[in-house]
């Protein structure tokens, strides 16, 4: 039996088959999780439907203060959850710029209250002799929402506390890689909710599948890469599923010449670095003008090589590379960017195991057509590129089919807003990178995904509109 336990109808549940959860530090099992089957899926998305009339029914006020306390359930549990995160994750507690696990708990913590205080008023369109025309915001039915390994946590938060401030009921299913987190939390929420608000289920990928072609699910959220978004976009269309698909980025900056190269370089360090490299809208191609082309560049290699990676319960900047295929993949593209003679400034190989470690890799004078260019490697490793003349910079930061982020970097506001307004992107930034907050809508174009998370733009995703016509002639 686990000692992790899925939650079903308000029920732990256990299944007969488990699968392993490693630590990436160490290799070693750190816990069974149970595998569910279809016909755990099928009770969870039953007692997710069951639970829609009632929870849908509930005053608005009252699921906002519920919200509010799941928010303060997480926060009284913050120390618990943030050591889980570590062990199943690999990130260290505080880490680089304190952007480690605990960084991930407040960040939990607080988009719970911000979701909270969301508000989706009647919109009155029409108030006269004629007619009384309102848009009202109307639940979806059950939510699936499918995170991945890179914050499991608050990925987990981003997608289900709108689902459920909306008056929606939710069926979630963690990645196989960190499942324990996810989990924890979803006892925490199940002692303030109602009974099969809020269902969680452990599988791998082939429980995804079997969710996003469920007809008892009416949404899907999922954070992810874009083959599986794509997967998704199919399985979806048996009952038409609205989708929110938040998928992979390979987010371009662009250095102006007249930047401060010793004060930008930290904060362009920390947005490529956040969580090893593991986060979808990190910086991960790097223009710079030639004329800050080598300080730039050894300002970056300065700072990697005063950085440290190790076993994330140490004192220690960056933990492992979450798993083991994505190691691999980081270990491939690093060894293919040596190979096509590209300058190598820190890193570039893996370090001793055990754990899937690898080092930070700033690499300079790449090929554009390399793999460390053209995929997001979604590990600790930096292309930077040089550029001449800003406009074939642009050109080249759009020619990508992702379009989550991007950013510009200049002393010169306007001029940086202006280049950055034509970046093909869903969030663009001017002297910073990956920042989000839970008022900003963020989401993506092109192959990184439709659909936004956070705030009014968010929450609505959560609904469908029904348009009250009353006539009154
Ligand atoms: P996936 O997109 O495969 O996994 C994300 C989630 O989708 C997991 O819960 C996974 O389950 C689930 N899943 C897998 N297959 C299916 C399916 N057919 N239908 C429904 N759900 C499914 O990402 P990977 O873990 O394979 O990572 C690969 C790449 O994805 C990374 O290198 C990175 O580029 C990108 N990525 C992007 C993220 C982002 O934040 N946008 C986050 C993570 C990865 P399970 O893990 O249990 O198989």
């Known amino acids: 039996m686990s000692e992790y336990q899925m939650i079903i109808d308000g029920q732990k549940v256990d299944t007969d088959a488990h699968f392993p959860v490693l630590n990436p530090a160490t290799e070693e099992v750190i816990a069974q999780c149970p595998r569910a089957t279809e016909q755990d899926l099928n009770r969870a998305v039953d007692a997710a439907r069951a639970a829609f009339p009632a929870w849908s029914a509930r ?25 889980l995160l570590v062990r199943e994750q690999g990130k ?11 960084f991930e708990l407040g960040g939990t913590v607080a988009w719970c209250h911000a979701t909270a205080d969301l508000e989706l008023p009647v919109e009155v369109i029409q108030d006269n002799d004629e007619a009384r025309i309102e848009v009202h915001r ?11 390994w890179n914050y ?14 909306s008056g929606n ?22 002692d303030i909710l109602p009974p099969g608000v809020f269902n969680i289920v452990t599988g791998d990928g082939s429980l995804g599948a079997a969710m996003t072609n469920h007809p008892g699910i009416n949404k899907i959220v999922f954070t992810g890469s874009t083959p599986t978004g794509k997967k998704i976009m199919q399985g979806a269309s048996g009952n038409l599923k609205r989708l929110t698909l938040e998928l992979g980025g390979n987010d371009a900056a662009i250095v102006l010449p007249d930047v401060d190269v010793a004060a930008v370089a930290p904060k362009i360090f920390a947005t490529a670095l956040i969580n090893n490299g593991q986060t979808c809208a990190a910086l991960k191609r790097l223009y710079v003008h030639e004329d800050i082309y080598d300080e730039l560049c050894q300002a970056l290699a300065d700072i990697a090589g005063s950085v440290k990676t190790g076993p994330g319960d140490g004192e220690v900047d960056f933990g492992p590379v979450q798993n083991k295929p994505q190691f691999d993949k980081v270990c491939a593209i690093a ?8 300058r190598i400034l820190t890193g570039g190989q893996p370090l001793p195991g055990p754990g899937y470690f690898f080092p930070v890799t700033i690499v300079a004078d790449i090929d554009e057509n390399t793999r460390l260019v053209r995929e997001e490697p979604f590990g600790p490793i930096l292309p930077v590129l040089k550029y001449t003349d800003v406009e074939d910079a642009l050109r080249r930061a759009n020619d990508s089919p992702n379009g989550l982020g991007g950013s510009v970097w200049s002393g010169d506001l306007d001029r940086a807003a202006a ?3 034509r970046l093909e992107c869903g969030t663009a930034w001017v002297n910073n990178h990956a920042m989000i907050q839970p008022d900003a809508p963020f989401g993506g ?27 009154k002639a």
């Not at 936004?452 to 029904?466: A, C, K, N, P």
């Open 445 to 471: 174009v092109k192959e990184s995904g439709f659909g936004v998370e956070f705030g009014r733009y968010g929450l609505e995703e959560y609904t469908s509109i029904q348009t009250l016509q009353i006539s």
């Open 419 to 421: 280049l950055a307004s």
């Open 169 to 190: 009921t939710v069926v979630i299913k963690p990645s196989e890689f960190t499942p324990l987190t996810t989990l924890r939390a979803a006892e925490i929420i199940n």
């Open 92 to 102: 260290p507690l505080g880490g680089f710029a304190g952007l480690g696990a605990q």
């Open 138 to 148: 109307k639940p979806l039915g059950v939510v699936g929402s499918i995170t991945p």
């Open 59 to 83: 005053p608005d006020a009252e699921r906002a203060e519920m919200v509010h306390a799941i928010g303060a359930a997480l926060e009284a549990h913050a120390g618990e959850l943030a050591g």
């Open 335 to 342: 060894e293919e960017a040596r190979a096509s003679g590209a």
């Open 152 to 165: 499991p946590l608050l990925i987990a938060i981003w997608h289900t506390m709108p689902a459920l401030r």
